[in-house]
């Protein structure tokens, strides 16, 4: 017996089209950087919008970029730091640069794209991007017989 997957409205969903498509090919439009990580990062789809949760503990809301062009939403953060300490005849410096690129494909029109919003609090960067109402579910509709 095969078990096949269904949408309760018969259209894939942007969860479902997200990890059967080449979104989950990091190669195409994703890239970091030598010995660096690409942050894990949860989708959600509701009714009324997609909610895209990014991993990135120990950043600042400064540290990211955020674009939305021909619907791709693309996600990058560059971090530097530096610190140097002298004592005595030496001194200790040491510095780190960490940087990451994601990219995910939206649905063609599904998004309002003036209302994408963003926000960053305990380590999480969530980015809202609510649907446009054309888009978004009807509920079923009783129709009567004349």
């Given at each position: ?7 309760e409205?018969?259209l894939?969903?942007?969860f479902?089209r997200f990890?059967?498509?080449d979104l989950?090919?990091w ?12 942050p894990?990062?949860n ?5 009324d919008?997609y909610?895209l949760?990014v ?10 970029k ?10 990058s953060?560059e971090k530097?730091?530096?610190k ?6 030496y ?6 640069y960490?940087?990451f690129q994601?990219s995910?494909t ?6 309002d794209?003036?209302?994408i919003?963003?926000?960053?609090a ?18 079923a ?6």
């Open positions: 017996m095969t078990l096949a997957k269904r949408s409205n018969f894939p969903s942007f479902d990890f059967n498509s989950m090919d190669n195409l439009t994703n890239f970091s950087g030598p010995n660096n990580t690409l894990a990062v989708v959600k789809e509701t009714d919008e909610i949760e991993a990135a503990p120990g950043m600042s809301k400064k540290d990211f955020i674009n939305f062009q021909n619907n791709v939403l693309t996600i953060s530097k730091e530096e140097r300490e002298a004592e005595d005849n001194t200790r410096r040491e510095f780190s960490h940087s994601r995910f939206v649905p063609h029109n599904d998004v794209s003036d209302k919003s963003a926000g960053y305990d380590g999480i960067l969530s980015v809202k991007l609510p649907k446009r109402e054309e888009v978004k579910p009807k509920p509709r009783e129709i009567k017989i004349s």
